[in-house]
Antibody
Framework: EVQLIQSGTEVKKPGATVRISCNVS????????IHWVQQAPGRRLVWLGL????????MYAEKFQGRVIITADTSSETAYLSLSSLTSEDTALYYC???????????WGTGTAVIVSS | EIVMTQSPATLSVSPGERATLSCRAS??????LAWYQQKPGQAPRLLIS???TRATGFPARFSGSGSGTEFTLTISSLQSEDFAVYYC?????????FGQGTKVEI
């Protein structure tokens, strides 16, 4: 069974950087791309970007360019999302999700809450 | 970017009734449209891909249709476990974009 287990809740101050992990099991990380999606309270799902763990190539949403870095460590079967210069607008749940066919999100992670507060 | 618009925002339905959810794209996405189901406290779950292909684990009462800019998700006879929020998402162009969701409530 494919599972994506994410790291726990993060509480950060404005201006800080958060790093979230997504550990996969049931398949080899390098086989499928990984997306990251933001779900802020009361707002629609927003795509942040993706990584192809096989070659490390990434693609980011223009809205988050310069603030987001997505990486993958095949040795630990883990993908990472880093988001910098945090503001209260970044308070949200963040999900990783697999992408088998280079299109939609097949299996979603457990979600990580990020709270940005002074 | 492609803007996805869902309607209605909330759909109040009784168990056993039919529910019809709409999703409109600001430009054609061909059949590159997915639907996700999200229950409270859970991650979204892939329901439909390719506008009409049901994902593993979902019963036949769920069906998707449409192409281009107009899409529909139909739940033929609502069961208690179907009350949730449903999102559409286009994967024709980058960035991937989602609708704002339709909440199906009792």
């Amino acid at each position: 069974e494919v599972q994506l287990i994410q790291s726990g809740t993060e509480v950060k101050k404005p201006g800080a950087t958060v790093r979230i992990s997504c550990n996969v099991s049931g398949y080899i990380l390098s086989a499928y791309k990984i997306h990251w999606v933001q779900q802020a309270p009361g707002r629609r799902l927003v795509w942040l970007g993706l990584v192809d763990p096989d070659d490390g190539q990434t693609m980011y949403a223009e809205k988050f360019q310069g603030r987001v870095i997505i990486t993958a460590d095949t040795s630990s079967e883990t993908a990472y999302l880093s988001l910098s210069s945090l503001t209260s607008e970044d308070t949200a749940l963040y999900y990783c999700a697999t992408d088998v066919y280079g299109s939609y999100m097949d299996v979603w992670g457990t979600g990580t809450a990020v709270i940005v507060s002074s | 970017e492609i803007v996805m618009t869902q309607s209605p925002a909330t759909l109040s339905v009784s168990p056993g009734e039919r529910a019809t959810l709409s999703c409109r794209a600001s430009q054609s996405v061909s059949s590159n449209l997915a639907w996700y189901q999200q229950k409270p406290g859970q991650a979204p779950r892939l329901l439909i891909s390719g506008a009409s292909t049901r994902a593993t684990g979902f019963p036949a009462r769920f069906s998707g249709s449409g192409s281009g800019t107009e899409f529909t998700l139909t739940i033929s006879s609502l069961q208690s476990e179907d009350f949730a929020v449903y999102y559409c998402q286009q994967y024709d162009k980058w960035p991937r974009t989602f609708g704002q969701g339709t909440k199906v409530e009792i």
